[in-house]
């Protein structure tokens, strides 16, 4: 994987160049333009009242530029024209870890300056940081120098970031083969009966990462714990009957997210698996639709009407899939967006982004959970994850509202036990056919 990388790299880097190159002019003014992208890696956080740090997260910038996650204090400095340098912190220590010495296929591209204390950073910067776009959160401040964040310059950045290069694809789909092997680990966990707890022991043991290198928290549910849909308890004790399990759980790869979720019903639930089964073919469905030119916004409505379709067919609802999109009662059975932007985050930024100058697309009315309203175009990478639920605070909201009378609730009152289904891949749009990473993912473990 590594020969793959370097020589996907150089190109990667040459566009992060050019893109920085355009967004350095939309910064600054007439009497301070900016001559330099400065991008902070980050340094910890402490809680209150205590000396103990929040787990690390780098800035998604710096990890654009290069596969370095766990180097709090470093600083990369890009002059258009000039080759990028990387102010490194590798400290005395003998309290912790210390980062090792940079190494791979990407330091060639760097002039790499190594630091002792944070400090030392503020010598290898530009003297006059009015000509910088310094991009980071404010506690990473030097003397005389600190993050300004320039909108102009973001919005460039965050709306091209939407394009992946080979380099990161290639990234995410090795995040996608190790996100699928754990996937695999937690449903024969689940199958041998397994406590939420111990589904999450096993599927970090597959995936060898530890919580807080994963780009989100596991979502292990059994259960009617399916309808809540951050759920994140982790229960240490298996129930007396577990018929259902979903598990939306992700992995990372030097910075690259990857989204899966998958719900599984046990063989004792045939009329649960009926519902996974049907939701898994809608899902692939919209997967199909992930082509160059189509809105976002409107393939989620149109997964609400298919999801109505499935609501109708298996006898939770009388009503017509029209009538069920319009009067909002297919939302309070899919109740979120269909997907987001991913990629260095999880959740990757510019989703709502018009342009290249800001703006904002808005969300179509009645769905205000939706995090992705762009034309979908080559290149870009999303989540496709449509679901059913059985969620008691909107059933009984629902049950007040004049279409109470179109719904089964003798059915639905059987199957909150099941709390709910979703299925969520990870999909890059092509000049062809979409490129599911995920699906991809899991044929290659057979």
Same mark, same amino acid.
């Given at each position: 994987?590594?020969? *793959? ?21 939309? #910064? ?34 710096? %990890? ?18 000039? %080759? ?41 910067? /530009? ?8 991009? #980071?959160?404010?506690?990473?401040? &030097? ?24 380099? =990161? &694809? ?24 397994? @406590? ?7 599927? *970090?043991?597959? !995936?060898?990462?530890?919580?807080? =290198? ?24 298996? /129930? ?25 019903? @046990?063989?004792?639930?045939? =009329? ?14 919209? !997967? ?8 976002? @916004?409107? *393939?989620? !409505? ?18 017509? /899939?029209?009538?069920?999109?319009? @009067? #909002? ?21 510019? #989703? ?17 959970? &939706? ?22 605070? &909107?059933?009984?909201?629902? %049950? ?21 289904? +979703? ?10 056919? /979409?490129?599911?990473?995920? +699906? ?7």
């Amino acid at each position: 994987m590594s020969d *793959l990388l370097a020589k996907l790299y150089p190109d990667h880097l040459a566009r992060l160049k050019q893109r920085a190159d355009v967004a350095l002019q939309r #910064g600054g003014s007439d009497q301070a333009r900016c001559e330099h992208l400065v991008i902070a890696a980050g340094t910890p956080r402490y809680q209150l009242f205590d000396d103990r740090p929040y787990p690390f997260a780098v800035n998604p910038h710096f %990890k654009h530029w290069l596969p370095v996650t766990k180097a709090p204090g470093s600083w990369l400095l890009y002059t258009p024209g000039k %080759k990028p340098k990387l102010i490194y912190l590798q400290p005395h220590d003998y309290w912790h870890v210390v980062p090792d010495a940079p190494a791979g296929y990407w330091v060639e591209h760097f002039d790499i300056a190594i630091i002792r204390t944070p400090d030392e950073a503020r010598t290898h910067l /530009p003297q006059d940081a009015a000509r910088c776009a310094i991009l #980071g959160e404010d506690n990473v401040a &030097l003397d005389g120098f600190a993050p300004n964040n320039p909108q102009g310059v973001l919005n460039y950045l965050h709306y091209h970031r939407a394009y992946k290069t080979d380099y =990161e &694809l290639g990234m995410m789909r090795v995040a996608s083969k190790l996100g699928a092997r754990a996937h695999r680990a937690a449903e024969a966990a689940f199958r041998s009966g397994a @406590s939420e707890y111990d589904i999450n022991t096993a599927y *970090l043991n597959a !995936v060898h990462e530890t919580e807080n =290198e994963l780009p989100y928290s596991n979502i292990i549910a059994l259960n009617q714990h399916g309808a809540v849909l951050h759920y994140t308890d982790l229960n240490r004790a298996p /129930p007396a009957r577990a018929d259902s399990f979903l598990i939306d759980a992700g992995a990372s790869f030097h910075g690259y997210a990857a989204d899966i979720t998958r719900t599984y019903a @046990s063989a004792q639930a045939a =009329e649960f698996q009926a519902l996974v089964d049907a939701v898994d073919h809608a899902q692939l469905g919209f !997967v199909e639709k992930v082509q160059k030119g189509k809105n976002y @916004s409107e *393939l989620h !409505v149109h997964a609400h009407h298919v999801l109505a379709g499935i609501l109708k067919d298996q006898g939770f609802i009388r009503m017509s /899939p029209e009538n069920a999109v319009e @009067s #909002g009662v297919s939302s309070v059975f899919y109740p979120h967006g269909l997907g987001h932007l991913i990629g260095l985050q999880v959740h990757d930024v510019a #989703g709502f982004q018009k342009d290249e100058n800001g703006g904002t697309i808005p969300k179509p009315a009645g769905h205000p959970y &939706l995090r992705l309203t762009r034309t979908i175009e080559p290149r870009m990478a999303m989540t496709i994850e449509p679901g059913i639920y059985f969620i008691d605070m &909107l059933l009984a909201e629902l %049950k007040a509202k004049p279409h109470a009378r179109d719904i089964d609730w003798d059915k639905v009152e059987r199957f909150r036990h099941y709390g709910g289904v +979703r299925i969520e891949d990870d999909v890059v749009c092509t000049d062809g056919a /979409p490129e599911n990473l995920t +699906r991809d993912a899991f044929a290659g473990l057979n």
